[in-house]
């Protein structure tokens, strides 16, 4: 059965071909669209009609929940962000269980509201712990507990707009989410279970099908940060994508259509198994509407559909064997990373990194940025994430590349970054500023950027092995690379955004390396500046959805 299921991926390739973005050859038949989606002649504006009068709320809000107060004032931390940021989740402990306030410090770090600022157009702003997609935050943080230190077990979301926790079900329910996982055995031991999930039309406001790659996406930005702060607070943590839908949907009171769970991360340990759970009843909780009305977008429920897994059996199943991509040897001679001397690195921790974050587009141009911050960015980002389908140890599923515009002691062109070997491997040498910014879809920070980087992944043997849920995984691991390297670049003092493509276009660029590549992910960092008054009103305009 597991055979049978791992060879049907049709539904993750016609997903995948029908949201690339594509331009600017064919805009000439579309005059009124500065990106195109899909693959001719089945071609789409891409951006939604971002009515405003339907935008949807940022937030979930139950209206009959009485919330529960989290601390917001935490333990002085003495571990490096690097540090935590390049850890995989995996450490050497027998026992480690969170309380309500290591519970409080990790939800308000990946999913919270930091604060709220007024602009002088009036506008409220706000500012949340992780970057999304066009600030189109569609991301839910729930978790199902054993009883912590400070909190009673039971089922949880966290409201991220007033930092509270709002009890959906009282009791110890970690059983059902062990039987959901087929037995993951991070599960088993995990005194605490994160569950995020994702209201698609959040983001579908805007981005329309292609929204289904942003849930992926947006989510590994929220889990770099999450794994970082379990790290500092000395918890275990593993990803885990092997899971039965509909039986998390249902634990969640979550109808798995609109909202649909998309990733589990155990954390902490414990050697007490889990009781068995309570009956997992229907919830009738109301909550405030998200708009008065939705677009539907029917790719993103088919291709969720035909990804999911029926079973705790399936997924055991699923993410049973073991998938090792085939690394080439370089062609040309490789250029070994030189990352910063130890006493050069920054000392500050992971929450003062996450509390000052910004999606960061603006770059100065006329300052390079050395090679050692480069390569730490790359060392600290590419040791991998414990995930319950991906082999411990093993090179990652996709290949980085980089467009090097400004870095001393680097030329400026095109590599291929290789991880076993912490090296690049050149492709092409000279100036790509034009390249950059063609290849981001026209965007002006690609060009000014020092580093862009890419993540490709080559979706053939992967799905293969994995089925159409493979499509989640790639998406995932991808982009946390891309997190992962943000945070680094905010820990070295630079700025850093992700940012998108024209799909076929970055397979090209890097070919023949990269032939038969699937675009993924892109960020791009360098030496920030102050932007114009000028740039600010663009971004408040964006951020408007005119």
């Given at each position: 059965?597991?055979?049978?299921?791992?060879?049907?991926?049709?539904a993750?390739?016609?997903?995948?071909?029908?949201?690339?973005?594509?331009?600017p050859?064919?805009?000439?038949?579309?005059?009124?669209?500065a990106?195109?989606?899909?693959?001719?002649?089945?071609?789409?504006?891409?951006?939604?009609e971002?009515?405003?009068?339907?935008?949807?709320?940022p937030?979930?809000?139950?209206?009959?929940?009485?919330?529960?107060?989290l601390p917001?004032?935490?333990?002085?931390s003495?571990?490096?962000?690097?540090?935590?940021?390049?850890?995989?989740?995996?450490?050497?402990?027998?026992?480690?269980?969170?309380?309500?306030n290591?519970?409080a410090?990790?939800c308000?770090?990946?999913n919270?509201?930091?604060?709220?600022?007024?602009?002088?157009?009036?506008?409220?702003?706000?500012?949340?712990?992780a970057g999304?997609?066009?600030?189109r935050?569609h991301?839910?943080?729930?978790?199902?507990?054993?009883?912590?230190?400070?909190?009673?077990?039971?089922?949880?979301?966290?409201?991220?707009?007033?930092?509270?926790?709002?009890?959906?079900?009282?009791?110890?329910?970690?059983?059902a989410?062990?039987?959901?996982?087929?037995?993951?055995p991070?599960?088993?031991?995990?005194?605490?279970?994160?569950?995020?999930?994702?209201?698609?039309?959040?983001?579908?406001w805007r981005?329309?099908?292609?929204?289904?790659?942003?849930?992926?996406?947006?989510?590994?930005?929220a889990l770099?940060?999450?794994?970082?702060?379990?790290t500092?607070?000395?918890?275990?943590?593993?990803?885990?994508?092997g899971f039965?839908?509909?039986?998390?949907?249902?634990?969640?009171?979550?109808?798995?259509?609109?909202?649909?769970?998309v990733?589990?991360v155990?954390l902490?340990?414990?050697?007490?198994?889990?009781?068995?759970?309570?009956?997992?009843r229907?919830?009738e909780?109301?909550?405030?509407p998200?708009?008065?009305?939705?677009i539907?977008?029917?790719?993103?429920g088919?291709?969720?559909?035909?990804?999911?897994?029926?079973?705790?059996?399936?997924?055991?199943a699923?993410?049973?064997?073991?998938?090792?991509?085939?690394?080439?040897?370089p062609?040309?001679?490789?250029?070994?990373?030189?990352?910063l001397?130890?006493?050069?690195?920054?000392t500050?921790?992971?929450?003062?990194?996450i509390?000052?974050?910004r999606s960061n587009?603006?770059?100065?141009?006329?300052?390079p940025i050395?090679?050692?911050?480069?390569?730490?960015?790359l060392?600290?980002s590419?040791r991998?994430?414990?995930?319950?389908?991906?082999?411990?140890?093993a090179?990652?599923?996709f290949?980085p590349?980089?467009i090097?515009?400004?870095?001393?002691?680097?030329?400026?062109?095109?590599?291929?970054?290789?991880?076993?070997?912490?090296?690049?491997?050149?492709?092409?040498v000279?100036e790509?500023?034009?390249?950059?910014?063609r290849?981001?879809?026209?965007q002006?920070?690609?060009?000014?950027?020092?580093?862009n980087?890419y993540?490709l992944?080559?979706?053939?043997?992967?799905l293969?092995?994995?089925?159409?849920?493979?499509?989640?995984?790639?998406?995932?691991e991808?982009?946390?690379?891309?997190?992962?390297?943000?945070l680094?670049?905010?820990a070295?003092?630079?700025?850093?955004?992700?940012?998108t493509?024209?799909?076929?276009?970055?397979?090209?660029?890097?070919?023949?390396?990269a032939?038969?590549?699937s675009?993924?992910?892109i960020?791009?960092?360098?030496?920030?500046?102050?932007?114009s008054?000028s740039?600010v009103?663009?971004?408040?305009k964006?951020?408007?959805?005119?």
């Amino acid at each position: 059965m597991a055979r049978e299921r791992n060879q049907d991926t049709a539904a993750a390739w016609r997903f995948h071909n029908a949201t690339k973005y594509t331009g600017p050859t064919y805009l000439r038949d579309y005059p009124d669209a500065a990106i195109l989606m899909g693959e001719p002649p089945h071609l789409v504006q891409a951006m939604g009609e971002q009515d405003p009068a339907i935008e949807p709320l940022p937030y979930k809000i139950y209206t009959t929940l009485e919330p529960i107060p989290l601390p917001r004032d935490f333990p002085t931390s003495d571990l490096p962000a690097l540090d935590a940021l390049a850890a995989t989740g995996e450490l050497e402990t027998t026992g480690a269980v969170p309380d309500l306030n290591t519970v409080a410090r990790l939800c308000l770090r990946s999913n919270g509201l930091l604060k709220r600022w007024r602009s002088p157009s009036g506008r409220e702003i706000d500012f949340r712990a992780a970057g999304c997609t066009g600030a189109r935050y569609h991301l839910e943080l729930y978790l199902v507990s054993g009883e912590l230190p400070g909190l009673e077990a039971g089922v949880y979301q966290y409201a991220a707009h007033d930092h509270s926790l709002r009890q959906l079900r009282a009791g110890d329910y970690r059983a059902a989410v062990v039987a959901a996982t087929g037995e993951e055995p991070a599960i088993v031991a995990a005194p605490l279970i994160a569950v995020w999930t994702s209201t698609f039309w959040r983001n579908a406001w805007r981005y329309q099908a292609r929204a289904y790659r942003h849930v992926y996406w947006d989510t590994a930005t929220a889990l770099a940060n999450l794994l970082a702060v379990a790290t500092d607070a000395r918890l275990p943590a593993r990803v885990v994508l092997g899971f039965a839908d509909g039986e998390i949907n249902a634990l969640l009171a979550v109808d798995g259509e609109r909202e649909a769970a998309v990733s589990l991360v155990a954390l902490g340990r414990s050697a007490d198994a889990p009781p068995d759970s309570p009956s997992i009843r229907p919830l009738e909780l109301a909550t405030l509407p998200l708009s008065e009305r939705e677009i539907v977008f029917p790719e993103i429920g088919a291709m969720h559909a035909a990804s999911s897994l029926t079973s705790g059996a399936e997924a055991r199943a699923w993410r049973a064997g073991a998938f090792v991509p085939s690394i080439p040897p370089p062609v040309k001679a490789p250029i070994m990373l030189e990352p910063l001397d130890a006493a050069a690195l920054p000392t500050d921790p992971i929450d003062a990194v996450i509390e000052r974050r910004r999606s960061n587009r603006h770059y100065a141009t006329e300052t390079p940025i050395s090679f050692a911050a480069v390569s730490t960015m790359l060392i600290s980002s590419l040791r991998g994430t414990a995930m319950d389908c991906l082999v411990p140890g093993a090179p990652p599923l996709f290949t980085p590349y980089l467009i090097v515009n400004n870095v001393a002691g680097l030329q400026p062109g095109s590599y291929a970054v290789l991880p076993e070997q912490q090296a690049l491997e050149p492709l092409r040498v000279g100036e790509m500023h034009d390249a950059a910014s063609r290849l981001a879809c026209d965007q002006d920070c690609a060009a000014d950027a020092h580093v862009n980087a890419y993540a490709l992944t080559d979706l053939g043997p992967l799905l293969e092995h994995f089925g159409n849920r493979g499509y989640r995984l790639a998406q995932l691991e991808a982009a946390l690379f891309g997190a992962k390297l943000q945070l680094a670049a905010h820990a070295l003092g630079l700025g850093a955004v992700g940012s998108t493509s024209f799909d076929d276009e970055v397979t090209a660029h890097f070919s023949p390396h990269a032939a038969g590549k699937s675009f993924m992910f892109i960020a791009v960092f360098g030496a920030r500046r102050r932007p114009s008054s000028s740039e600010v009103a663009a971004k408040s305009k964006f951020l408007k959805g005119q």
